[in-house]
């Protein structure tokens, strides 16, 4: 036995460095595997801390669940994201590889709670367009939802499209009212009647990586059912009392479009609201381009918001630059960052 003999009062301070066995322990190193045999892989859903991740063979792809690997710690992985992973990546029905590294993302589609929550949530990585959905009618339009998704998009360097529903269900001036508002952004628009205009958006997602953003009850997944056919997609009828369509996404689903061109196209649960704390209040004016131009007549230090005096968006505005719509939806987001407007709760499946 080790130290057999010795006198208790002959131990200091120096003995508890001595390994009593240096074979059997070794330390603790910081070093992590680099994992250079990794297989690359791309995460399509997200279930209850589970990631399925599609793998290329060079056969066919595998669809392969996976966990977080400890040393990527509390790093969150979003559908969209490339990944590296080790383990069984057979894709049989038992088998969980592991999820070793998140490789950059290109771009992160951001939001948050309220306008005034600091706490960001990362909803995709890695989409090039964001395709905002909403409905003519059942439920009604919401413009100031709309221009939320098109500053996320802006402030995430995506390409907007605005896919417009229901179009059978409405008439003709009430349709220009809403393609009026923004024909002047040059942003693409398609019109979808009675689940029709699968194909005219389909064009514009071939070759591409796009998300689906909108409230619930707007058509998203009835369009991605139209747009992938294996999806199966549930979809939801809007609730006659309060005009809400009801949550049936609970997740993000990404899936390959059809076609020799390819794509992709993610599917996202149904909002009611778009946090945009994370984008940097001074930058909100540069995300209205019908309006920044007019700025150039305001005064120094001008916050462009509705207690702003002698802003000169007034004038440009009553012009006709830009529709009193969209001042009214810029100065909405600004009071909300700047304290003059409550906080909007983001509700989600």
């Known amino acids: 036995m080790a130290g057999a003999g010795r006198k208790l009062d002959s131990y200091d301070e120096t003995d508890v460095r001595v390994r009593a066995n240096p074979k059997g322990s070794r330390p603790r190193t910081k070093s992590r595997p680099a994992h250079e045999d990794a297989a690359s892989g791309m995460v399509v859903t997200v279930d209850r801390g589970r990631y399925t991740c599609l793998v290329p063979d060079k056969k066919k792809t595998r669809s392969v669940t996976a966990m977080t690997a400890r040393e990527l710690g509390r790093q969150r992985i979003v559908v969209g994201d490339q990944v590296a992973l080790v383990g069984d990546l057979s894709g049989s029905p038992d088998a969980l590889a592991r999820i070793v590294r998140v490789e950059d993302r290109r771009t992160v589609l951001r939001r948050t709670a309220d306008d005034t929550d600091p706490v960001e949530r990362?909803?995709?990585?890695?989409?090039?367009?964001?395709?905002?959905?909403?409905?003519?009618?059942?439920?009604?339009?919401?413009?100031?939802?709309?221009?939320?998704?098109?500053?996320?998009?802006?402030?995430?360097?995506?390409?907007?499209?605005?896919c417009l529903t229901k179009a059978d269900l409405v008439i003709a001036w009430q349709e220009d009212a809403i393609l009026e508002m923004y024909r002047p952004l040059d942003i693409p628009i398609v019109v979808s009647a009675n689940a029709s205009g699968a194909k005219d958006l389909a064009a514009r997602l071939a070759g591409r990586t796009s998300v689906l953003v909108g409230s619930s009850g707007v058509g998203k997944s009835t369009i991605f059912n139209k747009l992938v056919p294996t999806a199966f997609r549930a979809t939801g009828r809007v609730n006659a009392v309060t005009g809400r369509g009801r949550h049936t996404s609970s997740s993000a689903l990404a899936l390959e479009l059809p076609g020799k061109q390819g794509g992709w196209v993610i599917d996202t649960p149904g909002v009611r609201s778009f946090g945009l704390a994370h984008v940097d209040v001074n930058r909100l004016i540069d995300h209205f381009p019908d309006l920044a131009e007019g700025t150039e007549n305001c005064?120094?230090?001008?916050?462009?918001?509705?207690?702003?005096?002698?802003?000169?968006?007034?004038?440009?505005?009553?012009e006709g630059h830009a529709g009193p719509a969209r001042l009214n939806s810029l100065r909405r987001l600004l009071d909300a960052r700047l304290g003059g407007e409550p906080a909007t709760t983001v509700v989600e499946d």
């Open 122 to 162: 990362v909803l995709v990585a890695n989409a090039d367009q964001l395709v905002i959905v909403t409905s003519f009618t059942d439920p009604e339009p919401q413009p100031r939802m709309i221009d939320r998704c098109l500053v996320a998009a802006y402030d995430a360097g995506m390409e907007p499209l605005l």
């Open 299 to 318: 005064p120094r230090g001008c916050q462009h918001d509705s207690l702003a005096p002698e802003c000169a968006l007034d004038a440009w505005v009553a």
